[in-house]
């Protein structure tokens, strides 16, 4: 299985996806860069979010808030007390690590599976001492005791030259739909139940390197916040109506694999410290069942402590009765990196096509960088390169994602956007030059067919979308 991940960390460097972060300065732990296949294929996620949960859906606001905010906000939303991991130190050889992630990993090449997050310090040090667990470096028994590492990232904002002021990266993009909540009531006076919704980055200062980007200091993060009356709406059924609706996310639009999937309750223990329910989507990862997707809900904690904290009045009005009360609310959260990862996961195989390896990513073609392919037969004939770049350019203008590839020959072009993951590779020959037929090559199955291009472009780039792929 690590195998399987080395191939795919590797792959996602040498097309192009994902780059390690300051590579030419020896990198950075826990810090990726995307590069122009990955940036189009999170985009392309990152975008399917936001029609699927924002534009398609009535009820549903998207907003754009700020990454540094007033250090209150943290303070009330219980970030700067609770918003930590427990870690250890090895004495021997100074390695920092997640006591939880220790004890975890150390069952796991037992293979057993162990969730102890949430467990109290005293707790975890019992286990790490009765189990004897080893550094994973070093090999030494000699762990510092347990103790409280806040993953809130420190930051200093300076207002006069020479006075600074302390600030936090966020944590969570939550906090920016909360506090903009009266903001939103008072612009757009939107009737509950209504979702606010937000896509962009949040910081973590997280001490376990490994497992590529499932788990970085920045990533990229798509919640909603689902505010409703409780005395209007049942908690229950609206968290069983998000519930599907994640699960249809991920098993539809994100099309993986269900028997890669689950959901798993959190216990008592481990449920974050504004939560009364939680529950994970977890992904079957080469490196074990992992979160990808989490839903929370988180009552009305958040509004009830900014509004003590504020002294603002963040309660809604019953427009029948004239109540005023503080919404709660249920929250469903998505890492898009995590997204992105759990595809590479799911979509990358190997296989033997006469005699040849060929590596193949199945990208949905509604999320693949590009969705079709042109190539001139050859490079050196004019007319089949002016032929080309006219498809190019049709292709183009029906507003397809499209690649140009020109070099080496037909069968490496194939396997080279086979790689990719590009969904249709179109080839302009000689015959194309006598009756306007291409090539029209399909990545899963290797099936070719002659169509005419602007047949085969007009039945509309909407054809590869979720709701049916394009037969050729
Ligand atoms: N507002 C709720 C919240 O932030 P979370 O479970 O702490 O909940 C949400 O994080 C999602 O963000 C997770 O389900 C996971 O997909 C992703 N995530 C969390 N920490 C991450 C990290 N360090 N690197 C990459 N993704 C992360």
Redesign the pocket.
């Known amino acids: 299985m690590e195998d399987a991940f080395n191939k795919i960390v590797s792959l996602a460097k040498r097309r192009g996806f994902i780059y390690p972060g300051s590579e030419i300065y020896g990198g950075m732990a826990n810090t990726y860069d995307y590069g122009p296949m990955g940036v189009e294929l999170l985009h392309n996620i990152k975008n399917l979010w936001w029609e699927h949960f924002v534009t398609k859906r009535e009820d549903i606001y998207g907003l754009d808030t700020n990454i540094l905010m007033n250090p209150k906000v943290w303070e009330a939303s219980g970030h700067t007390a609770s918003f930590t991991d427990a870690t250890v130190d090895c004495k021997k050889c100074r390695q920092r690590k997640r006591a939880d992630h220790l004890i975890e990993e150390y069952f796991e090449q037992k293979n057993k599976e162990v969730k102890v997050e949430g467990k109290t310090l005293e707790e975890l040090d019992e286990i790490i001492q009765k189990e004897k667990i080893p550094c994973p470096v070093c090999g030494a028994h000699d762990w510092t005791p347990s103790r409280n590492f806040n993953l809130l990232f420190e930051t200093s904002v300076g207002i006069v030259t020479g006075e600074k002021s302390h600030a936090y990266l966020r944590g969570?993009?939550?906090q920016g739909m909360f506090v903009n909540f009266k903001n939103v009531l008072d612009s757009l006076s939107p009737k509950l139940p209504f979702g606010l919704a937000q896509s962009g980055a949040?910081f973590?200062n997280?001490v376990t390197p490994g497992k590529f980007?499932?788990?970085?200091?920045q990533?990229n993060?798509s919640?909603f916040e689902y505010f409703f009356n409780p005395n209007k709406t049942s908690w229950e059924e609206l968290y069983t109506y998000w519930k599907q609706e994640m699960w249809h996310w991920t098993t539809t639009m994100l099309n993986l694999k269900k028997s890669n999937l689950r959901w798993r309750p959190h216990t008592d223990e481990e449920r974050?410290h504004y939560s009364k329910r939680t529950e994970?989507i977890e992904y079957k990862f080469p490196f074990g069942w992992k979160?990808?997707?989490?839903l929370?809900y988180r009552t009305d904690f958040d509004l009830k402590n900014h509004r003590e904290k504020s002294g603002v009045d963040l309660r809604a009005t019953d427009p029948e009765s004239g109540e005023k009360f503080i919404p709660h609310v249920i929250?469903p959260?998505?890492?898009m990196?995590?997204s992105l990862l759990a595809i590479l996961c799911d979509l990358y195989a190997e296989e033997e096509v006469n005699g040849k390896k060929r590596t193949v990513l199945r990208l949905p073609p509604w999320l693949a960088p590009y969705q079709l392919a042109v190539f001139p037969l050859v490079v050196n004939k004019p007319d089949l390169v002016k032929k080309a770049r006219e498809v190019f350019k049709l292709a183009q203008e029906a507003g397809y994602r499209i690649a140009w590839d020109d070099r080496g020959n037909i069968g490496k072009r194939y396997f080279a956007q086979d790689e990719i993951g590009t969904y249709h590779c179109i080839t302009i020959d000689y015959q194309t030059l006598e009756d306007n037929t291409v090539t029209v090559r399909e990545r899963d199955t290797m099936k070719q067919v002659r169509v005419n291009p602007a047949e085969f472009l007009n039945k509309g780039k909407e054809q590869y979308s979720p709701k049916g792929i394009i037969a050729t």
Request: hydrophobic share 40%; net charge negative.
């Open positions: 969570e993009i939550a949040a973590r997280e980007v499932f788990r970085t200091l990533f993060l919640e974050s994970d979160e990808l997707y989490g929370a929250e959260t998505f890492g990196d995590r």
